[in-house]
């Protein structure tokens, strides 16, 4: 059995002093979805996680979660 993705989710993370932490997940079931998810995002929105579920070669499950960092620096 070949291993295959099932379906993911994107989560894009905005804070700001007043609001604090917000988290909004966004679902995909293919790579092209996925692309045009990553192409919408608008500042201040940044993605902050990628996870992806389905199943290896054994046909078991499993969730891979790709997780990004970033920085703003600023003079103030």
């Known amino acids: 059995m070949a ?3 099932l ?4 989560v894009l993370r ?3 002093r007043t609001s604090g932490l917000k988290e909004r ?3 995909f079931s293919t ?3 996925l692309y045009g998810l990553c ?3 608008e ?3 940044m993605i902050d996680r990628l996870i992806i ?10 969730v891979l979660t790709f997780v990004f960092q970033s920085i703003t620096v600023s003079p103030k």
């Open 3 to 5: 291993a295959d993705a």
């Open 7 to 10: 379906k993911g989710t994107i």
């Open 14 to 16: 905005n804070w700001t």
């Open 25 to 27: 997940p966004r679902t």
């Open 31 to 33: 790579l092209d979805e």
């Open 39 to 41: 192409l919408a995002v």
């Open 43 to 45: 500042s201040p929105d």
């Open 53 to 62: 579920q389905g199943h290896d070669a054994e046909g078991e499950p499993r």
